[in-house]
């Protein structure tokens, strides 16, 4: 989906097939990459909330992971889907990157099983 920007907004299923945890960053860490090369602006990523175990788990790590990339400035900012509403800053932030965001489901269903990596 191209923005207004013409910048990309991706969405990756982490959960898609069970993966193990260690898959899911694996392929977190290949798909943040793959992003980037792309020149997406936002990268959104599903992982699941905990429900079914597994979710709970790849969330948590993945989040960290985000934190720690932000950290070290190779990603611009990680929203999560709890706080992807019009109502925060961060959110607002990222309409200016990546128009498409406007029009995303998850906009302020307070979507704990969701990420949006800014790159």
Known sequence: ??????????????ELGKPSLDHAMKRLAMEVTHSRSMQCAVLKIIHGYGSSGTGGKIRTVSRRYLSDLKKKGEIRDVIPGESFSIFEEATRQAFSRCDA?????????????VTFILL
């Open 1 to 14: 989906m191209a923005g207004k920007s013409g910048l990309k907004l991706r969405e990756v299923n982490l």
């Open 101 to 113: 965001l406007r029009r995303d489901e998850d906009l302020d269903r307070y979507n704990n099983g």
